[in-house]
Structure formats: structure tokens, C-alpha cells
């Protein structure tokens, strides 16, 4: 009797040890998809920056449309150029950046606006970034 006792209370500690281990490994796999997920859309930030940047490049030209690029396999930008209704020396620029996984699957996305003024004006070197129009979307 005693020897079936010892083993019972072998076997519950094993059981207590093993689902307190379950939990721990879950804990730690969900914060590991979380830290990856949070790096995906500081990526995707980084990617509609540089879409941003580019647009910008583009608008100083004075045209108007549609752009895209990419930073790596992984990272992918967008963006677009409009003239502003009723400012004709102002242009809108709008990007989107993405992350994707090696399948191609979209895992994080962020876009970012912003005006500028002073295109197409006559003087050369007075564009700048419109007071507060910076805007990041999503």
C-alpha cells in the first residue's frame, strides 16, 4: 500500500509539473508572436516612410500619380501624389507600407500622409511640409 501511494503522489506532482509547464511554454510563445508582430508594423512604418520620401522626390517635380517600390523582399510601399482642390502649389502625398512573410501573406500595414506646399510656384527651394498635415492613418 505504501509503495502505490508514493507512486500516486509521484504521478500527481508529474502532472502538476506538466500543465504548469504547458502554461509557461504558451506564455512564452504568444509574447514571442507578439514581439514579431510589433516588429512587422514598426517595419511597415518604416516601409510608408520611405514611400513617403520618394513621393516627396516626386512632387517636387511637380508631377502628379502613382508610385511603388521596395526596401527588401519582405517590405513593400506605395504611394500617390494628388494636387490639393483650390491650392495649386500644394500636393498631397500619400503612402502605404507593407510586411510581408516569404509566402507573401500581408502581416502588417501602415499608411502615412502628408501636404506640401510651395510646388510649381516660380521659386525654387521654398517647398515645405504643410503645418500639421502629417498624418498617420491605421
Same mark, same amino acid.
Do not use: C, H
Given at each position: 500500500? %505504501? %509503495?502505490? $501511494?508514493?507512486?500516486?503522489?509521484?504521478? /500527481?506532482?508529474?502532472?502538476?509539473?506538466?500543465?504548469?509547464?504547458?502554461?509557461?511554454?504558451?506564455?512564452?510563445?504568444? +509574447?514571442? %508572436?507578439?514581439?514579431?508582430?510589433? %516588429?512587422?508594423? +514598426?517595419?511597415? &512604418?518604416?516601409?510608408? /516612410?520611405?514611400?513617403?520620401?520618394?513621393?516627396k522626390?516626386?512632387a517636387?517635380?511637380?508631377?502628379? !500619380?502613382?508610385?511603388? !517600390?521596395?526596401?527588401?523582399? =519582405?517590405? *513593400?510601399?506605395?504611394?500617390?501624389?494628388s494636387?490639393?482642390? @483650390?491650392f495649386?502649389? *500644394? *500636393?498631397?502625398?500619400?503612402?502605404?507600407?507593407?510586411? /510581408?512573410?516569404?509566402?507573401?501573406?500581408?502581416?502588417? #500595414?501602415?499608411r502615412? *500622409?502628408?501636404?506640401? $506646399?510651395?510646388? @510649381?510656384?516660380?521659386?525654387? @527651394? =521654398? +517647398?515645405?511640409?504643410? #503645418? @500639421?498635415? /502629417? &498624418?498617420q492613418?491605421?
Open positions: 500500500m %505504501k %509503495k502505490t $501511494q508514493i507512486i500516486l503522489i509521484a504521478l /500527481f506532482f508529474l502532472f502538476i509539473i506538466s500543465v504548469f509547464m504547458f502554461i509557461l511554454y504558451n506564455m512564452w510563445e504568444s +509574447e514571442e %508572436k507578439t514581439l514579431i508582430l510589433e %516588429k512587422a508594423i +514598426e517595419d511597415a &512604418y518604416w516601409a510608408a /516612410f520611405a514611400g513617403l520620401e520618394e513621393g522626390i516626386q517636387l517635380s511637380g508631377s502628379v !500619380g502613382v508610385g511603388s !517600390g521596395s526596401l527588401s523582399s =519582405n517590405l *513593400r510601399y506605395s504611394f500617390t501624389i494636387t490639393i482642390p @483650390g495649386p502649389d *500644394r *500636393r498631397r502625398i500619400s503612402a502605404t507600407g507593407g510586411y /510581408f512573410d516569404n509566402a507573401g501573406n500581408l502581416i502588417a #500595414q501602415k502615412l *500622409r502628408v501636404d506640401i $506646399q510651395g510646388i @510649381g510656384d516660380g521659386i525654387s @527651394g =521654398n +517647398e515645405s511640409t504643410v #503645418q @500639421g498635415s /502629417f &498624418y492613418i491605421n
